[in-house]
């Protein structure tokens, strides 16, 4: 029994220097960040990497969730005669939480791990030790790039996971079910507020692309320089963004509730 | 995968999710919508707001002409002090009525603005004389309970 | 430019490029290194032999400035590694050229673009220059024709011999190799071997090597150190290691199976083990 309580506080307190150590990675590559911008060709290329190479699954996938939604919205929308609000479901369930958090989880999933593995990989073959050595910061040269991309990615994937959803939700509303175009639109843009909807989707997700392009350089750069290792990173890198991003949202939505 | 190709997707993606932003905001979102007009503001006392909340609608002929900007609560004569905002492009006689409204059966509750036949019209600080109250559901029950309940006694009284 | 004003060579030249004197390294508690001493004259090529495990290449780390010793004091030359912060260490480690156990190319660039680093980075000279340059480092190791090969497309041999050209391409006066010859067939072997020492001598620089190939070593080193659990246990020229009659340099040079460094691991009796009678 006793062991077993050392056991979670050993845990919780190693979690929570991890968390520690990820804030001052995030520090640090802060402020190495300079390089970043005057030699932008570094970011642009992670943006290739992360962000372009991400654009099918986030397109397909929004445009998936997109009719999706308006099919399942469809069915409970019509007991109550308000199928022409099928597009206010559509766009505000995107805006607020789908498009910023499934983009997240996506980037995690596709774009995060890559960096990870490319970081770890590039530590486990003493890489970064020889950059080290030949006086080039590979903190400024390797990691704070990739950290860039990811922030400056994500939101817009995530604005383009919406669109395409809102896409989605009007091929099922207009096309499937036969609700006018014009009444669509209409209802969409009465409901549909710039400040409450729009932005605190927007915010939303530069937040999470930090949370996730913070997590996914630190596993790579913190990781056991080993191929085993590197493969524990990227896991870790998935799961703690999954969890982290969860939790974000939470904490943002409680904050950005109207009235609140 | 050289630099300039590199350079031409991400010009590309950035364009198309500043594009996506963009329709979000803007088409979307209405941004901008709303802005540019200029308001004034009128007054209007109720006996019962019923849902009135603040932003909601204020139409006129089912058209939005201004937005509820505040609501109050006078304590020496309780009535509820609602201030609206009316687009100064839609001026009203000062006879004009205001009714608490809703949309549809569950819809959101709105103010409509019914025009009157005066020649001198709205300003800004004026108060709307005629203001129809929220029909509040309970006190229709309650009314029509009591119409029933009156009827049947006199009806058994005639047929004596 | 800046960063050599801030930090001038030191006027008198010392004799010794590298100067270590009595340094303790211990990873928290474990201690690595005890009271090392050794001296790196210019212009030679100096081998730095143990088993695995010895301290050998934390030694390395020391001398390029990644670890920081507990006690004693390094110097490069004239400057104490300790001493100096970020943008001295940077400043230091561009006289310094390191060769890595397995290359650590840059997975990413090409082997042009690997040489090219350095001179693409601490330098400001024109793109035609720098090329010239990547073609004659590259020329010197014998492998001018694979500089737009990447690195993935390199035997062990040839990637190694890339990191060498990359190693060297600022001209430094201290070139580090760590275990320049581990997993080489012999004739990449060999050719290693000649590399470090002609290329040491065409560039007047200084050389350490920790390796424990002692072959090798021995034919093209001018001092040889040998490190054991911590401490060295014997020094001196080629000549006088292959005559040297100290125990552990005795069983080093020669293969040895027992002697200081033991072939059994500390074990129970052994007849006990199995259940024999005494």
Known sequence: MISLLSKIG?????????IGSIMRFFMLVLANSGT???RFGLVRRE?????????IIILVSGLFIGMVLGLQGFETLQKYGAEETMGVLVALSLLREMGPVVTALLFASRAGSAITAEIGLMKATEQLKAMDMMAVNPIARVVAPRLWAGIISMPLLAALFSAMGIFGGY???????GIDSGVFWSNMEAAVSFRYDVLNGFVKSVVFGVAVSVIATFEGYDCTPTAEGVSAATTRTVVSSALTVLLLDLILTAFMLRGL | MDRKTIDLWVGIFVLLGLLALGLLAFKVGNLGGEREAKLYRVEARFDNIGGLKLKAPVKSAGVLVGRVKGIHFDNIKFQAVVDLELYERYEFPKDSSASILTSGLLGEVYIGLEPGGDDKKLVTGDRIKLAQSAVVLERLIGQFMLGKASEAPAASSVTK | ??????????PAETKNLVEIAN??????????LKGISLNVPRG?????MGGSGCGKTTLLRLIGGQLTPTSGTLRVDGQNVADLDQAGLYSMRRKMGMLFQFGALFSDLSVFDNVAFQLREHTNLPEKMIADLVHMKLNAVGLRGTANLMPAELSGGMARRVALA??????PALVLYDEPFAGLDPISLAVVGQLIRHLNDALGATSILVTHDVMESLQIVDYLYFVSEGKIVGEGTPDEIRASELPFVKQFVHGERDGPVPFHYPAQDYAKQLGLPK
């Open chain 1, 47 to 55: 943006i290739f990497f992360s962000g372009v190479m991400s654009l």
């Open chain 1, 10 to 18: 050993g845990r919780t307190i190693d979690s929570v220097w991890r």
């Open chain 3, 166 to 171: 990359r190693a060297v391409a600022l001209d």
């Open chain 3, 23 to 32: 340094v303790d390294f211990a990873y928290g508690k474990r201690a690595i």
């Open chain 1, 171 to 177: 091929l099922i509303a207009v096309l499937m079910v």
């Open chain 3, 1 to 10: 430019m800046r960063y050599f004003l801030k930090y001038p060579l030191n």
């Open chain 3, 44 to 48: 030679k090529v100096v081998a730095i």
């Open chain 1, 36 to 38: 970043s911008f005057s």
